[in-house]
């Protein structure tokens, strides 16, 4: 199969990676969030790679492509899911996989989300207050 | 990788198909998500095949029996995400997906398992307000 599925989960789209990326792959996968992204008007992306086992620096790379990309269509990026082996390996391997944020599971990384976005919506609407004050 | 990930959201869990079903990979879904919905309590379960491009008899038996398996334990079964051809084929083919429930996504099949749940527990209020009025 030449595509990983992207679900639409109200404001957030969720991929969960299953299997080896290679070049292509991971190429559409890029590809396809950022489209999805654009036509959903998503504020977040969850990419559970619980069913990861070995993580190496092209897989790093990928990961660390989606974050900025969707960051500039102002969608944030969260890896969950993520093995404890895993994380060793990243941090041993020296890849700290800049800019991607990241949660235990799915739901606590929807917290995370909720949370940022909160956050982000929070700021503008305190801006609205201080000037309504003024 | 052995193990097809099942993701906890809130009362559902949900997985993604995106590699053929062989013997022991199926074998081990069956397992996984009965021992999940037992352990989480979960009420449904959303299965996505939006990657998969050829259902047969054998994937369709497995569906059917994990719907089966988690009816049982109280939870119901979705799947969603069906691509047109592979509708077309479970017709030509003769293979209904008895008591599997289908939806257009996973956002239409999260609503048909909320409306699910909402009949069966007013079904038990119903009870209870009659028992009350009695």
């Known amino acids: 199969m ?11 789209l969720l991929v969960t ?9 991971a ?25 990861v086992s ?5 897989m790093g790379r990928i990961l660390g492509n989606i974050a900025m990309m969707t960051k500039v269509l102002d969608a944030e990026t969260v890896v969950v899911g993520m093995q ?27 917290e995370l989300l909720r949370s940022k976005i909160a956050l982000q919506d929070g700021e503008s609407q305190d801006d609205d207050i201080y000037h309504s004050i003024e």
């Open 54 to 58: 070995i993580i190496d620096s092209f």
């Open 17 to 25: 990676i299953q299997v080896d990326l290679y070049d292509r792959l």
């Open 84 to 110: 404890p082996a895993v994380a060793i390996t990243l941090i041993e391997l020296g890849l700290p996989l800049k800019g991607v944020h990241s949660a235990l599971n799915v739901e606590r990384g929807m």
């Open 27 to 51: 190429e559409n996968l890029e590809s396809d969030l950022v489209h999805m992204v654009r036509k959903t008007g998503a504020r977040g992306v969850l990419i559970d790679i619980s069913a």
């Open 2 to 12: 030449e595509k990983i599925p992207i679900l639409r989960m109200g404001r957030f």
